[in-house]
């Protein structure tokens, strides 16, 4: 066998432009391999790798596969050892007829990266077709006065093999008026002519009977005879003539059947019988099979289908025949003219399956056109639609490839529908043509989105944990594991806020859920950014804000300042007799821990000693007198306020209030057991006051000098001590226990409260000014004396 140097790509592949231009060097020069027809299927045929300098390795790797015109296997590549095969017996007259030398061209396609390397194969004939004469006898009449040395055309065998095994040499029988002379056509084939040695003589042989033998040289040499009968005729001293010795014309391949082609002419100057011609075509090939000659008018006609594709020329050789056995001859050459009757034809060598987005100038697909016709009707144009993204780009010959023209995008546009348009230019113009559906994967280039920018979800406080309270939701553009969402707690913006134990989210679909119960008052509201993430490679995420208010309940009773219910004695307030109706007595006072309408609170009177003497405002808990006092009404009154908040349900407390009628003595007034109070004699009242006033300031200042000590003790100690008193700083907020009395309660006065640490609550009240309604006797020094007092503890 025989193999041409291959060049070797020695160059690497930056860009798809530097590919074609490396493809179309590798192509320029083709390796060549010669073997002969009908070898065994299977059989090997070069070392195709080595040949091309290619790596047995690279051929897998790079989709090494033999690509032949119109996708026949006649060649398979072993990529693992890169031996080329036959894929099954190859028969040269089949496969080009006539042509020769017989070449069949094809390409070793590389697609990754596209590379092509074209190689020829040639077909060397062997012997395997014997001469055949197509009739098995052929009839002469010669005249019996031919002179010796006259020539007689005899009718070719065929031999469909070419070269020395095609029919090299023609033989007679032995005998002794004619021998066999062997001659070459234009054309490369051989004919006999019969040459007369010995002149005829009817009256001794009326007829010969000879056999006619073609020879080829081949390996072993093949044969075929057929037989010749010789009719020895009268005197005829004219042979026919034709006009034209050559005759040419053309024909168009699409004529129809029966058309004329031509009309030979020839003459003959004997008379009679002896004058009249006849004519006949003289090869007994194919020609036969394809024109037909009227034998009395001499016109030749279209017998078959001609193709331009297959035979261009014909030689045609036709005979003229006089009555007297004389004949002549002459050529029509006949040229078949090509018409455009072929489509153009598409062989599709590599898919992709699907081309990935934002890629550009990806191969799409590989393809080869061809057109077996000629001239403009071979030339060809590919084209697709104007509004794709994609381009066609010639490589190599008649090879293209589809590439996208810029970076597509699967969210805009997921398939396309290609057509590939092939045309040629002939007239009329033939097109065929290829759809193909490219469909674009996916790449993670498109971010989770959330619907909204912020979310703000609110809950009620005290809710179940695990309680759903809201969902998040964002989408993503792209497809498949690309488009999935996780969603997750980012750290929130105030690192105070205990995210991980108040809130969780399902990283699926999103749903957020309190993880524990929540309380308006310690944590009215938060906020904290949450994540969406998608499962691409990389991965892409965005952010939302979620904002959580929490919604107050009535979870909380109202809680009473003042009066003190907790203190070891209880609070009684001192109303004089001369009252007026609405005299202010004293203000409950109130706190709810809740909000809004919940926190609301009205005041409302349970019960009282005795009904309709005191009322209580429902909207600032100030309890004062319905009516004017009388000295019927009891000294002693108990009352029961209830304070009410507005939620839903309502949530209340109670408080009780001891009021104690005196006649115009502002001091307080310490009762004394009932039961002793039951048993003692009656005193007059002034005597009572002043003993009751004369312990009262006793106790108080012996106490006084008590609290100074602690007072004392607890700054040396520090606030942090356990079990010591703690003084506030200033007195209360005027709004909870300042009472301004309004009406007919003229005094003003104060509360300050010291907490121990011990169980009990002592409440100290200090009433400033003294009523002016007290006898004059000794009012002077109560005053100074408890202005003194106060002094020592830094009230004013």
Request: glycine content about 6%; hydrophobic content about 40%.
């Amino acid at each position: 066998m025989e193999t041409a140097p291959a060049k070797t790509l020695q160059k690497r592949q930056v860009i798809f432009l530097a590919i074609l231009l490396l493809l179309w060097e590798a192509g320029s020069e083709a390796v060549r391999y010669s073997m002969p027809e009908e070898t065994e299927s299977g059989s090997f045929v070069a070392t195709l790798a080595k040949d091309l300098g290619l790596r047995v390795g690279e051929l897998a790797s790079r989709g090494a596969r033999i690509h032949y015109k119109g996708n026949k296997q006649l060649l398979q590549l072993d990529v693992t050892t890169g031996n080329l095969l036959l894929c099954e017996k190859l028969d040269r007259e089949v496969l080009c007829g006539a042509t020769d030398p017989c070449i069949l061209h094809f390409q070793l396609l590389l697609e990754n990266p596209v590379q092509f390397f074209q190689a020829d194969l040639q077909l060397t004939d062997i012997n395997d077709h014997s001469p055949e004469f197509l009739e098995r006898e052929m009839l002469l009449k010669i005249p019996e006065n031919v002179q010796t040395g006259t020539v007689f055309p005899l009718k070719i065998a065929q031999d469909f093999d070419i070269g020395s095994n095609t029919i090299q040499n023609y033989t007679i029988s032995p005998n002794s008026h004619f021998h066999v002379v062997t001659h070459n056509r234009g054309d490369g084939r051989k004919y006999p002519e019969l040459v007369l040695d010995k002149p005829l003589d009817r009256e001794e042989g009326p007829e010969l009977s000879l056999t006619l033998t073609a020879l080829d040289s081949g390996a072993p040499p093949r044969s075929g005879t057929t037989a010749v009968r010789i009719e020895v005729v009268d005197i005829n001293d004219n042979a026919p003539e034709f006009l034209q010795l050559v005759y040419e014309v053309q024909i168009p391949e699409n004529s129809p059947l029966n058309s004329l082609v031509v009309t030979v002419s020839a003459r003959d100057l004997d008379a009679g019988t002896n004058g009249n011609v006849a004519y006949a075509l003289f090869q007994g090939d194919e020609v036969t099979q394809l024109f037909v000659i009227d034998e009395i008018t001499g016109e030749i006609r279209l017998k078959r289908a001609l193709d331009f594709e297959s035979t261009r020329y014909y030689n045609v050789e036709v005979a003229a025949t006089d009555g007297g056995g004389l004949s002549g001859k002459c050529t029509v050459v006949i040229e078949v003219v090509d018409v455009n009757d072929n489509v153009p034809e598409l062989t599709m060598s590599t898919l992709t399956s699907s081309t990935p987005e934002n890629s550009p100038e990806t191969v799409v697909a590989v393809f080869s056109v061809s057109d077996p016709d000629s001239g403009d009707n071979g030339r060809m144009v590919c084209s697709i639609q104007n509004d794709l993204p994609f381009l066609l780009k010639p490589t190599f010959k008649n090879f293209y490839t589809l590439v996208t023209e810029r970076p597509l995008d699967r969210e805009s546009r997921a398939e396309y529908n290609v057509t590939i348009t092939v045309t040629d230019m002939g007239t009329p113009r033939l097109k065929t043509q290829h759809n193909i559906t490219v469909l674009v994967s996916d790449v993670n280039d498109n971010a989770p989105a959330f619907t909204q920018t912020s979310y703000t979800l609110s809950v009620r406080e005290n809710n179940s944990p695990a309680l759903h309270i809201g969902t998040v939701r964002a989408t993503d553009r792209d497809a498949g594991a690309n488009a999935q969402v996780t969603y997750s707690l980012l750290p929130p913006l105030d690192p105070h806020v205990p995210l991980a134990s108040l809130v969780s989210i399902n990283p699926d679909n999103g749903h957020l859920f309190a993880l524990r119960s929540l309380d308006y008052e310690a944590l009215r509201a938060f906020e904290f950014p949450v994540g969406a993430a998608d499962r691409g490679s990389p991965a892409l995420s965005s952010q939302a804000l979620v904002r959580v208010l929490v919604a107050d309940d009535n979870d909380n009773a109202p809680f009473v300042l003042y009066p003190l219910q907790n203190a070891s004695a209880p609070c009684t307030e001192l109303v004089p007799r001369a009252a007026e109706a609405g005299y202010l007595v004293t203000k409950v006072v109130a706190v709810d821990g809740d909000s809004g309408q919940n926190a609301w609170l009205s005041y409302q009177l349970l019960k009282a000693t005795e009904p309709g003497l005191f009322g209580v405002w429902a909207h600032n808990g100030e309890v004062r007198t319905a009516r004017l006092l009388s000295e019927r009404d009891a000294a002693k009154h108990r009352l029961a306020v209830l304070v009410k908040d507005n939620g839903e349900p309502p949530l209340s407390a109670s408080v009780t209030l001891h009021v104690l009628l005196v006649d115009g003595f502002s001091q307080p007034y310490l009762p004394v057991p009932e039961a002793e109070a039951a048993d003692a004699t009656p005193a007059d009242p002034l005597t009572v006051y002043l003993v009751v006033a004369l312990a009262s300031v006793s106790s108080l200042f012996l106490f006084s000098v008590l609290v100074f000590v602690a007072v004392r003790l607890c700054r040396r100690g520090g606030a942090a001590s356990v079990g010591r008193c703690s003084v506030p700083e200033g007195p209360f907020p005027g709004h909870l226990v300042d009472v301004s009395g309004t009406g007919t309660l003229s005094q003003s006065y104060q509360y300050e409260v010291c907490l121990t640490g011990g169980s009990g609550l002592n409440e100290f009240k200090f009433l400033k000014p003294i009523l002016p309604n007290l006898p004059p006797q000794g009012a002077g020094e109560e005053i100074e004396e408890n202005a003194n007092f106060r002094n020592s503890f830094g009230f004013s």
